[in-house]
């Protein structure tokens, strides 16, 4: 009797549709698209933290470098409290206040490119380049690059991401569910970025 009882209520959670573990599909693929996603990164932080420890490193961040980075965090932060109001308006059937919620949340993101690409070209002006920098370790600019560089990259692709929900959740093309997908992935975003800014930017502070 219990075995017919399991095998019902597995059978009715996923016969072969499209809910696999009782998930839809969307949220599923999001879900191990951010667990790959998350072993890359992780691999970058543990590159850039070994070679940090193997190297004398440089500390090229001065205050105003690392108060720039503090109010990247704070917009960050504040995009990701935007996309949980966006997708609770979602699933209310709020459409037009989501996708006001949503457009905020892209702003988060562009502003954080802005401040982001300002940093960079203040330290390209400084000499730092993939290939060497000022201080002497030409791993700190290949290593700089490559992990914000990557992180950037993704903050932009979540923009455009977001702007195609907020289009098609608007027009009544998708359903709240794709609103709380996307925010699956922008929280990824940001999760990333508190690993980033305190290994990064404070570590690398000429006043510590």
């Not at 095998?7 to 839809?24: I, L, N």
Request: some cysteine.
């Amino acid at each position: 009797m219990a075995d017919a009882k399991v095998e019902a209520v597995t059978a009715g959670a996923w016969s072969g549709g499209a809910e696999p573990y009782a998930v839809k599909s969307k949220k599923l693929g999001m879900w191990l698209f951010i667990i790959s996603d998350a072993l890359t990164f992780s691999a970058l932080l543990v590159a850039y933290s070994y070679v940090r420890v193997a190297n004398k490193w440089p500390t090229p961040f001065e205050a105003g470098a690392v108060i720039n980075a503090t109010v990247m965090t704070f917009v960050l932060l504040s995009s990701s409290v935007t996309m949980v109001l966006a997708v609770s308006a979602a699933h209310r059937g709020l459409r037009s206040l989501a996708v006001k919620w949503i457009g905020a949340t892209m702003l988060g993101g562009v502003l954080f490119d802005i401040l982001h690409g300002r940093e960079w070209l203040h330290l390209i002006e400084e000499g730092v380049t993939p290939f060497g920098n000022p201080w002497g370790v030409p791993l700190f600019g290949a290593s700089f690059f490559t992990l914000t560089g990557l992180h950037m990259l993704h903050v932009t692709c979540g923009v455009i991401y977001l702007g195609v929900v907020a289009a098609g959740f608007g027009r009544g093309k998708f359903e709240s569910l794709d609103v709380e997908v996307s925010g699956l992935y922008w929280h990824f975003v940001d999760l990333v970025w508190m690993f980033i800014f305190p290994l990064v930017y404070l570590m690398s502070n000429r006043m510590i």
